[in-house]
């Protein structure tokens, strides 16, 4: 069984999205000003859908980057510093309710530069103004301490911020990557430099917009479009950058972590996952396969969270991938803009021809496609939601991200062997449980090594739940109560009286 298609008709662009594409110039966002890249080199961003060019964009390289870290130094050290955390949370503020503002016209230029239908769109954006909101109340939530003291000292703890961040951004979900970098860096007192993944840059350019009109002081948020090799690279190794904050893949934080050591950067890491989504026979069956297709099929498979390994206990194993199949199905791939549409394009053609490639070598490692396995003909970057069948979990499709709408099915015998096998991988970042029996899920939620554990659930985040990863999924955590601690440093104060 295979997923339907809806035909790509053109892309429905409103009045408005047209104008600001049609009046786009290739430009970098450095203290409060868009300057074109020193080099004047630019490069196109491709809407996945058509495989047309949307626009051109600059291309960042050292030299930009100098003058982006020279920016934010001074906001740094001068009007940003002489803001409260009550001031900086009224800009937060406004740029959240901006963004709320502008709801439509953002998903349309998400939509047109990554693929993901419109409605996911929308959905993702009301994802990053809730979290914009949430960092907005907790600038005012930063608090030191006071330590016991002899009665001729008064010791305390201040919490202030580490300085100058470079913050690099993923493109599978630009708006919501972009505003999870930006609300706890500024927040908590510090200055950017982001720079977003090269294949989806648009919407990072409009909040630069929206930020300027929300208030932020020149040099505060830098937006520097470009190429890892470039941009990327030199935002790594800068000596004047303070922190990195990096969402993207393992290689690339291991080439991030190394560039670190220049100056001892902080750096925190969200890598990759290649999560264990595990089916126990007790389970809710309708809430299990509903997620379970969401949890490879969301934003076509493109979420580093994605339960790509579909652990199922063996007696129920075969009716489960049936059930599944049917339900893929319905999946209907084509237009994002048509609303009958519920999954787009892979967001590029590298991408594209990756996940070519692990349909290939799932079919020569001897799985059997239960459902879709190949590439949609035509023009965009379509690809069928596969569900792979008859998978060991020490084949390459079960141990490698993928990063596609691809999942493997894995049988499993009891809950030790769900426990050994999901656990075998170098990934740790989430994972799931379906089950009705509260002893075993809060058994395997504590025996799973992943930084988030799914019970009866799939796919839900919330910015008061820290998240990031095991192993090589990443150092370190973001949101959460003590989201602080990532963006800012421990000063210990020792009075005399």
Sequence with gaps: MTATTTPVTGQARSPKVARWLDDHRPALLIGNEWVPAKSGKTFATVNPATEQVLALVAEADKPDVDAAVASARRAFEGPWSELGPGQRARILRKFAALIEEHTAELAELETLDNGMTIATAKAFIGVAVESMFYFAGA?????????PSAPTNFNYVLREPIGVVGAITPWNAPICANVWKIAPVLAAGNTMILKPAEQTPLTALRLGELGMEAGLPPGVLNILTGFGPGAGSSISEHPGIDKITFTGSVETGRRILHASAGNLKRVTLEL?????????????????L?????????????????GTRLFVQRDIKDEFVENLSAVAANIKVGDPFDPETTMGPLASAEQFERVKGYL???KSEGAIAASGGSTIDGKGYFVQPTIFDGVENSMRIAQEEIFGPVVSVIPFTDEYDAILQGNDTTYGLAAAVWTRDVSRAHQLAR???AGTVWINTFLELDPTMPFGGYKESGLGR????????AYTEEKSVFVKL
């Design 290 to 306: 509903a997620n379970s297709l969401a949890g490879f099929s969301t934003i076509s498979g493109q979420v580093c969270v994605a």
């Design 272 to 288: 990759g996952g290649k999560s264990p989504n595990i089916v126990f026979p007790d389970a809710d069956m309708e809430g299990a």
């Design 139 to 147: 600038a005012q939530q930063i608090f030191g301490q006071t330590s």
């Design 447 to 449: 025996r799973i090594k």
């Design 478 to 485: 973001e949101f959460g109560a003590n989201w602080y601690q």
């Design 360 to 362: 290939d070598i799932g």
